[in-house]
């Protein structure tokens, strides 16, 4: 529906630009193509980001040089994704994938099934996230020079799970 509009509004600027070419000829048709032709840009660059929109995936790619600790140990099968915004983390251990918020200090637990891996991205939608957070305890976050842990416990007494991220010397993420 909306890219339908969006099509509608480029017709009537290439329209409005061929009537303003033939009632101004010289620089003030060359000015008024330009604008013309800027405004298309602008509508046409904005169908991308209403595309994404409707289809609401969210993009993850794998974090290189990230390690995943569990119980002290490295687990057989892992590995961490990262999305667009900083502090969220996708993390498959096993057949396992969860989701560790690191600002709000929260894990969600994610069906595998929802989960597209292809190569070295996995795709997720948004509406797959649950509402309630996995309960978690003893969470601790600490720089550690070139890497940043977040270390958290599964309940009250459950097991421990550590993410290690890459930093800059800077402190900022190295992704």
């Given at each position: 529906m909306e890219t339908w509009k969006i099509l509608r509004l480029a017709n009537a600027a290439t329209t409005e630009r061929?009537?303003?070419?033939?009632?101004?000829?010289?620089?003030?048709s060359r000015v008024t193509w330009w604008?013309?032709?800027?405004?298309l840009l602008i509508i046409?660059?904005?169908?991308?980001g209403l595309i994404a929109q409707q289809s609401s995936k969210q993009q993850w790619k794998t974090l290189p040089f990230a390690i995943v600790r569990y119980n002290d140990d490295?687990?057989?099968?892992?590995?961490?994704?990262?999305?667009?915004?900083?502090?969220i983390y996708l993390v498959r251990l096993w057949?396992?994938?969860?989701?560790?918020?690191?600002?709000?200090?929260?894990v969600f637990e994610i069906d595998p099934e929802k989960v597209k891996v292809e190569g070295d991205k996995a795709?997720?939608?948004?509406?797959?996230?649950?509402e309630e957070p996995v309960e978690t305890s003893e969470?601790?976050?600490?720089?550690?020079?070139?890497v940043l842990r977040h270390r958290f416990r599964f309940g009250k007494s459950g097991n421990f799970m550590e993410l290690q991220i890459p930093v800059?010397?800077?402190?900022?993420p190295a992704y």
């Open positions: 061929m009537r303003t070419r033939q009632l101004m000829p010289g620089r003030e604008m013309a032709a800027l405004s046409l660059g904005a169908t991308p490295a687990p057989k099968s892992w590995n961490v994704y990262r999305g667009e915004r900083k502090g057949k396992r994938y969860l989701l560790v918020d690191t600002d709000s200090q929260s795709e997720l939608a948004a509406q797959d996230i649950p969470w601790k976050t600490r720089n550690a020079g070139p800059l010397p800077n402190g900022r």
